[in-house]
């Protein structure tokens, strides 16, 4: 069984950043593809960014490029998601996630794609 355990979120001033980790125990990081989501109350849970196992291959959401990066460090079985510049908008509880595949998949973008969930981290933006 795999457990994902995000961590890192906080309030933060609009322009601020965050480093949020993802600590993955029970399996090897190295054969998931991650990705990571957020949801904002009343609102459906979105993709914000993804990685392949490799780190070769990753996607941004349209909303993020630019600001947010995605990165993973499997030797430590922990993936990262870098959040830059951040605005009101961004305020959210982030999940990453894991989806096992080949080493070549890409990462997926489908939220049903992924098998496993961590409980999330509150993320706020404030002005």
């Known amino acids: 069984q795999v457990r994902l355990v995000e961590s890192g979120g906080g309030l933060v001033q609009a322009g601020g950043s965050l480093r949020l980790s993802c600590a993955v125990s029970?399996?090897?990081?190295?054969?998931?593809?991650i990705g990571w989501f957020r949801q904002a109350p009343g609102k459906e849970r979105e993709l914000v960014a993804t990685?392949?196992?490799?780190?070769?291959?990753?996607y941004y959401a349209d909303g993020v490029k630019g600001r947010f990066t995605v990165s993973r460090a499997n030797a430590e079985n922990t993936a990262y998601l870098q959040l830059s510049s951040l605005q009101v908008e961004d305020t959210a509880t982030y999940y990453c996630?894991?989806?096992?595949?080949?080493?070549?998949?890409?990462?997926?973008?489908?939220?049903?794609?992924?098998?496993?969930w961590g409980p999330g981290t509150q993320v706020t933006v404030s002005p």
């Open positions: 996630a894991a989806h096992r595949t080949i080493l070549t998949a890409p990462p997926s973008t489908s939220v049903s794609d992924y098998d496993y």
């Open positions: 990685i392949s196992r490799n780190a070769r291959m990753t």
């Open positions: 029970g399996r090897s990081l190295n054969q998931y593809n």
